[in-house]
């Protein structure tokens, strides 16, 4: 078939995820420029934090409300424009002049990463046919890759222009958006009776509650190891670029489980494959604050890789608990699971100030422990149920 691409699956999924690279490249532009911005705009660390926060409850809680929206109102709409304002809107980081403008500048951009995620995962669902997982994992994996190439793409280049040239980098956004934004194929409502509301949600409440917090504690640990690691790492000798190295490091390789994950959990059940691959990242995560700066770097990215095997694992097997609404329970899982986690990130903070990054690190590697307790008392394989998709033209 003519709509058939790579790996057998409907070309426009690799054209969403190609475009989920983007988004989710823009959307980590703001950490790795925290050591230009900070001085530049006199901020205090507790400022820069309110910051990070504020753009992580745009960016991630409200796809949420993006998802009900994407449900009911012109969700290609959202595919359409949500990348494009977080291209160009987050491209302007560097041409604030105040932390009030920068706060504005993440919170725009954020909302527009948002619209684009629940109605994307969405139509990825919708054209994967039988492989759910394999189609899901394609999908956030190129959210993943582009995430974790942020740091080391837009940071040298403006560290090495100066801030005010920022606005430059969105040019390789549009570009790439200009050809992947055109493949995106007509998407139509589904039918009044799929539209999810939480009343739709309710029979289903019990395994969405388990899954949502097994989601959150997973990020939490994600997170904390995300954002403390380059400072553990150099107070241990790694400059700031070796640092940054090893963070992209990690979250390539947890790119990498999140593309295994899905395949896998078509083969041998996606509760069998979140819960194990939870309890095995826990040696690794346990392991690596006790080692030196290159052994921490190799623990982090083999736990890394297990722990986030299950992400795609959950937006799909979310997905099979409820009769429609993929979009509404695609933000649930994703954004607004993901956000709560980060939340714990300035808890975590005020440990590693009490009893050392070390000591705080090596306690919440055990924290996916809890998540496997949870994930185990999901249901083996999900509702049982009919696929009714919503129509998707071909693609011309």
Not at 68 to 87: E, H
Not at 166 to 173: D, F, H, K, Q, V
Not at 365 to 371: E, G, N, T
Request: glycine share 10%; proline share 8%.
């Amino acid at each position: 078939m003519t709509d058939r691409g790579w790996l057998g699956l409907h070309t426009s999924i690799w054209k969403i995820a190609s475009t989920h690279v983007v988004v989710d490249g823009y959307t980590n532009i703001y950490a790795p420029l925290l050591p230009l911005l900070i001085p530049h705009l006199n901020m205090s660390l507790r400022t820069a934090g309110i910051l990070a926060m504020c753009f992580q409850m745009a960016n991630s809680v409200s796809q949420l409300g993006f998802g009900a929206l994407a449900d009911r109102w012109r969700p290609r709409l959202l595919v359409m424009t949500g990348p494009l304002l977080a291209v160009v809107v987050l491209s302007f980081v560097g041409v604030a002049t105040t932390p009030l403008m920068l706060g504005v500048i993440l919170v725009a951009g954020g909302l527009g990463g948002a619209a684009f995620h629940p109605p994307a995962a969405a139509l990825v669902y919708r054209l994967a046919d039988h492989r759910k997982g394999l189609a899901m994992s394609v999908h956030l994996s190129g959210g993943s890759l582009g995430f974790s190439a942020a740091p080391i793409l837009f940071a040298p280049f403006i560290a090495y222009m100066g801030l005010r040239w920022s606005p430059l980098i969105m040019i390789p956004g549009l570009l790439a958006l200009s050809w992947t934004l055109r493949q995106v194929p007509p998407m139509t409502l589904p039918p009044a009776h799929e539209r999810s509301t939480w009343a739709t949600l309710r029979p289903a409440a019990a395994p969405l509650a388990l899954l949502y917090f097994t989601i959150v504690l997973r990020t939490a640990t994600t997170y904390g190891f995300m954002t403390f690691a380059p400072t553990l790492l150099t107070r241990q000798g790694f400059t700031i670029a070796e640092a940054s190295t090893a963070v992209s490091l990690y979250l390539f390789s947890s790119g990498i489980g999140g593309f295994f994950g899905g395949p896998l959990a078509d083969r041998i059940g996606p509760r069998r494959v979140i819960v194990w691959s939870l309890i095995a990242a826990v040696p690794f995560m346990a392991l690596a604050p006790r080692l030196s700066p290159i052994g921490f770097t190799a623990m982090l990215a083999i736990g890394g890789l297990l722990l986030q095997s299950t992400l795609p694992i959950s937006v799909t097997f979310a997905q099979t608990f409820v009769k429609g609404g993929a979009a509404t329970v695609s933000s649930l899982m994703m954004g607004f699971a993901w956000g709560m986690g980060s939340l714990a990130v300035p808890l975590i903070g005020a440990g590693a100030d009490r009893f050392g990054i070390e000591s705080t690190l090596g306690v919440l590697a055990f924290l996916p422990l809890v998540a496997a307790a949870l994930a185990a008392g999901l249901p083996s394989t999900g509702a049982v149920r009919a696929e009714t998709a919503t129509p998707v033209a071909p693609l011309p």
